[in-house]
């Protein structure tokens, strides 16, 4: 555990928090911490997550642009529903992708455990685009993702950052309630 890694778990439960909330503040909250958690996660060898930080950046400065464009005349951020067939290509290709990115890590790099990586960086990017696109069914792509994340951090010895998706976990399941009594209002 280090300073670094204990302020990007401060940012990250802010930034959570923020989403759940439907606040525009969350992008550049998400845009400091993915920063400090590129570093952390290229130095643990965790290339998909260090590579997945700089993805993040680039999708959180679209979520941003796009949520401030999305509201509804009260102020509060709309939310959606994907059509069914978004849905499953998206769990397809999140899928293929696993499998090709995982086969290229182990092929390509010394990444630990490149298939359970390249998981939780794949759904991740299928989570942070439903998200920044304002889908509901963003929170089903983080909770499996938390569920995944979590033992990987703590066999990597990150017990700080397995706490923090511990939390996630708990925030993902708060977050799609609260967009689901939103989408209904």
Not at 14 to 19: G, K, R, T
Not at 141 to 167: M, Q, R
Request: with cysteine.
């Amino acid at each position: 555990m280090s300073l670094l890694e204990i302020i990007a778990v401060l940012l990250g439960v802010a930034n959570i928090l923020l989403i759940i909330r439907r606040s525009v503040w969350n992008f550049p909250v998400a845009i400091a911490m993915v920063g400090l958690y590129f570093v952390i996660f290229r130095d643990a060898k965790l290339y998909s997550d260090a590579g997945l930080q700089i993805f993040f950046a680039v999708v959180n400065l679209y979520g941003w642009w796009n949520w401030t464009r999305s509201k509804a005349e009260s102020g509060a951020i709309v939310v959606r529903r994907i059509q069914a067939k978004g849905y499953a290509l998206c769990i397809i290709v999140s899928i293929a992708a696993i499998w090709g990115w995982g086969a290229i890590m182990h092929a390509e790099t010394d990444a630990s455990y490149p298939y359970w990586d390249a998981s939780v960086a794949m759904l991740s990017i299928a989570g942070q685009i439903l998200m920044a696109r304002r889908f509901v069914e963003n929170w089903h792509f983080w909770i499996v993702v938390n569920l995944i994340s979590i033992p990987l951090y703590f066999v990597k010895e990150l017990y700080l950052t397995a706490g923090l998706y511990s939390l996630f976990l708990v925030l993902a399941v708060t977050g799609l309630i609260a967009w689901r009594k939103a989408e209904q209002t």
